[in-house]
């Protein structure tokens, strides 16, 4: 049985639908049942559910607010998965927890290896990187994910963000200075249980602990971006905005954002066989959901 945590996010709701097509027996909690914010309810879903193998993709994912919520951040992205963690190492079963690109600066300038050195701009990123290193030390059977620019059909996300801004207006403003790889949450999700799946056959090895980086393959900007997802929503009948291209600086946030986050993702296919198709491949069929979504008649513009 595998339980998965953060039901209702992206991620959560990716891993549901590939589960139930996998024929994987699988149980999906979250708010308020299972809360990292009440420690109680880590334990007693754990119990109840008797889990096999679990997936966190549970976390505190409000960048900006955690600036002013470190408390509620640290308990959602450090102390709980560590809970979590230690109930998975008594058990003696693999736990997988998703992280990210914030947990570095940005400040590389080529992609960054999972050996890389951390350092945190924000309360976000130092909260997921401590969240990482407690994990690791909680539970030998454990596999960490950093992935980056997550986005679907579903939950907030920067691609529902703007074809939501574009139908209420024609010209948008977005930051052209940081890069970094776009990731759908079915491809993420489609990893993380073929990942599984070879546990399965093979059994768990120790050279599967650890820190692994799982994102889409290319690159681009938050501007290409954008201008890559109004491209795709010309086949929805949408109008494209004018897209200006504007600095960082030009968009002040609480929370700094590292302005080149690229992970390399070799280690993950060396190990697993596994790699994420280009961010450019996965985003029309997304784009074209979330159009649907966006124009049905109980979302009115």
Known sequence: MILIT????????SLQRLAREK???HTAVSR?????????TIAATFTTT??????????YTAVDAAESNEQAARAGNHTGPESLALLCAGAKIPFIHISTDY?????KGAPYLETDPTSPTGIYGLTKRDGERAVLDACPNSIILRTSWVY??????FARTMLNAARKTNALRVVADQRGTPTAADDLAATVLNIITKWKESGWHESYKGIYHATG???TTWYDFARAIFESAKSCGLTPPSVTPISTADWPTPSKRPSDSRLDCAKLERVFQERLPNWTASLPAIVHEIMARLTAPENPP
């Open 23 to 25: 024929n994987l027996p």
């Open 152 to 157: 679907s059909a579903h939950g907030k996300n």
């Open 50 to 59: 008797n889990p096999t193998i679990v997936i966190n993709a549970a976390a």
């Open 217 to 219: 393959t290319g690159e």
């Open 32 to 40: 308020p049942a299972f809360d990292f914010d009440h420690p109680t």
């Open 6 to 13: 953060g039901a209702s996010g992206q991620l959560g709701e």
């Open 103 to 107: 947990v570095f600066d940005g400040t």
